[in-house]
């Protein structure tokens, strides 16, 4: 165990157990010895890649979509363009190049970044340089400052990396799943004696089995809702594109990767990216109790071909040929079912009563 499992370890002799959501929290945001804390966690040298480090033609063709939605409203003044946990920055990078064929878009718009990692924040900022004409801010979390003009939200493997509680159905009902210590003082999981009272799953879900598992994500609904009430109340329009499922069944997700890799998730917290699985229909679900008009999800290989990515490819291979077998590359890894193709998947987020918005 590393110096941040004893120190859960103590924590759970001083307290008790504690959720998959508190070790979740504590794992990846531990200013000292979280995984963000201490991570670049994005790249070849990183522990996994996302898809606008795969291509440019990712964040291009989000900001053209943001642009284009911007336009289907009726080009509002004072648009805002926020950005869920940018990483390295090259999403925002990419749309805002792609989205300066708008000059009036480009001149207006006030970008926002919310991350928690200040070593990211840093290389966003030297990233975003470039963009001298456009201002940024940061902020740590979406707040009230960012219900007040038309929102255009971007968030690519963001929801992922919040955490989730997880619930194990037993003969007594939904017992939440707890992180616990066995006789060795290592951490393990356990399931907590008492069913979770009140705990019901939506009746689009299948009738529970013994031992299924049923997973939830307080902080993503809840920030969800946020969003949703901005952009029914300013216009705006949110994209969110994750790896996750759609519905029905249940099951666990939670996973740690290392180095490109699958790791273990209790055995040295910190020192892996943990993540699970989107639940587009609890996100759909909220969003339209806040008045919002869920669109998707769609695949990401459908969005993006629809987007049409395959031309913008065979642009860029033409302007660089040395790169043309990189720059294909690229765009299969996103396209490819068996790779990012599919389970990936993006999800709009629009005021209601708007025509359809770009590839949905
Ligand atoms: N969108 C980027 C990075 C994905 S990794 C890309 O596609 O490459 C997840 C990002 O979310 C990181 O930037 C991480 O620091 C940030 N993050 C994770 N949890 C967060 C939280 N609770 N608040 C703010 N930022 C968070």
């Known amino acids: 165990m590393n110096a941040l499992g004893e120190r859960i370890a103590r924590l759970i002799a001083a307290q008790g157990p504690i959720s998959v959501a508190q070790f979740m929290t504590i794992a990846l945001h531990d200013p000292q010895a979280g ?215 249940f099951g666990e997700t939670l996973q740690a990767v290392a180095g490109h890799r699958f790791a273990t998730i209790l055995e040295r917290p910190g020192e892996a990216d943990i993540s699970a699985h989107v639940d587009f229909s609890a996100l759909c679900t909220v969003a339209r109790q806040a008045g919002c008009d869920p669109r998707g999800p769609v695949a990401q290989n459908a969005f993006l071909a629809e987007l049409g990515i395959a031309p913008r490819a065979a642009k860029l291979a033409g302007q660089n040929p040395s790169a043309k077998k990189a720059i294909y590359e690229g765009v299969l890894r996103l396209l490819d079912p068996a790779q990012m193709g599919t389970l990936f998947k993006a999800l709009a987020i629009m005021p209601p009563h708007l025509p359809t918005p770009p590839a949905f």
């Open 35 to 249: 995984y963000y804390a201490t991570h670049d966690p994005i790249g070849a040298g990183g522990d996994f890649i996302t898809a606008p480090e795969v291509s440019q033609t990712f964040g291009e063709l989000l900001g053209l979509w943001c642009v284009e939605c911007w336009r289907q409203q009726g080009s509002p003044p004072n648009p805002l363009l926020v950005e869920l946990g940018p990483g390295r920055g090259t999403l925002m990078a990419d749309a805002l190049r792609a989205a300066s064929v708008d000059r009036e878009f480009i001149d207006n718009v006030d970008v926002v970044l919310i991350e928690a990692s200040p070593a990211l924040r840093a290389i966003q900022a030297e990233m975003l340089k470039p963009f001298v004409a456009v201002p940024v801010r940061w902020l740590d979390r979406f707040d009230e400052t960012l219900e007040k003009q038309p929102l255009f939200l971007l968030a690519n493997e963001f929801f992922d990396a919040l955490p989730i509680r997880q619930y194990i159905f037993t003969p007594t009902g939904w017992c939440e799943r707890m992180v616990t210590l066995d006789d060795n003082d290592a951490l393990v999981f356990a399931t907590a004696p008492f069913a979770q009272p009140g705990l019901h799953t939506p009746t689009s879900r299948k009738t529970p089995r013994i031992g299924d598992i049923y997973e939830i994500c307080l902080p993503g609904t809840a920030l969800m809702e946020e969003i949703a009430f901005a952009i029914a109340r300013n216009g705006g329009a949110a994209l969110i594109v994750d790896y996750g499922y759609d519905q029905s069944g």
